[in-house]
């Protein structure tokens, strides 16, 4: 029985993780896309388009060093010959980001700027906010290989009412699936993803979805079209 919660447990993270890895390049690109076309590819040098000056401090300070780390690698060392002053633009800087410090980065953006980005998801700027943040935290659990079952996320989403009057809960996996809906395209890789998930949870009949937040119309809450349901501001 131990051995089939670790191996679910394992197979499951495999077929999140890809999920993750969309969200992230995605944000990467709009982040970049809006905010050096509002206030330019050096924009986020200054303080003044952010909400709090010490966190913009703290974030320039992590992508300094995260430069410095990087400064011989032919990416870094292009931007850094042939750009004025040397100083990498946006668009090269979000490569160098870390999810987490993606995750910071839109936290500190004023809120008009993010509401705009919001938008481009047909989210509020809100939830976004806490969704990225949680999703970052998911991310490392994968990446090292951690436990996703029967865990309680410290890092929780913020849900929509209509999740949280059903009883869903916000520190489980499956909340993090319902943030992945909004997210990603419907498209077949998401289909494929909900029907692999049923798959893994038939192969390995010890697995409790209930431990892991799913409620037993699990299914038709990951499927039921976004387009249908209301949106909040």
């Keep these: 029985m131990i051995e089939e919660l670790y191996l679910f447990n394992s197979n499951f993270r495999q077929l999140i993780f890809p999920f993750v890895e969309r969200i992230?390049?995605?944000?990467?690109?709009?982040?970049?896309?809006?905010?050096?076309?509002?206030?330019?590819?050096?924009?986020?040098?200054?303080?003044?388009?952010?909400?709090?000056?010490?966190?913009?401090?703290?974030?320039?300070?992590?992508?300094e060093a995260e430069i410095e780390r990087n400064k011989r690698s032919p990416f870094v060392k292009n931007f850094k010959d042939n750009y004025e002053d040397g100083t990498l633009p946006l668009y090269a800087v979000v490569e160098l980001c870390s999810f987490g410090n993606l995750s910071k980065f839109f936290k500190n953006m004023k809120n008009a700027d993010k509401k705009a980005i919001a938008s481009m998801y047909g989210v509020g700027y809100t939830y976004l906010e806490s969704w990225f943040e949680h999703i970052s935290f998911v991310r490392n659990i994968c990446a090292h290989y951690g436990r996703i079952y029967n865990y309680k996320f410290p890092k929780s989403p913020r849900l929509y009412d209509e999740y949280t009057h059903a009883g869903i809960q916000n520190n489980r996996i499956f909340a993090t699936l319902l943030c992945f809906k909004y997210l990603v395209p419907e498209d077949k890789h998401w289909a494929d993803f909900v029907q692999e998930t049923a798959d893994l949870l038939k192969k390995y009949p010890h697995v409790k979805p209930e431990l892991m937040g799913f409620p037993e119309n699990w299914r038709l809450l990951l499927t039921k079209s976004k387009k249908k349901e209301k949106q909040p501001v």
Excluded: P, T, W
């Design 24 to 63: 992230e390049i995605n944000l990467r690109c709009r982040i970049s896309n809006y905010f050096s076309g509002k206030y330019g590819v050096l924009g986020y040098y200054d303080s003044a388009n952010f909400m709090d000056a010490e966190h913009h401090d703290d974030f320039i300070s992590d992508i």
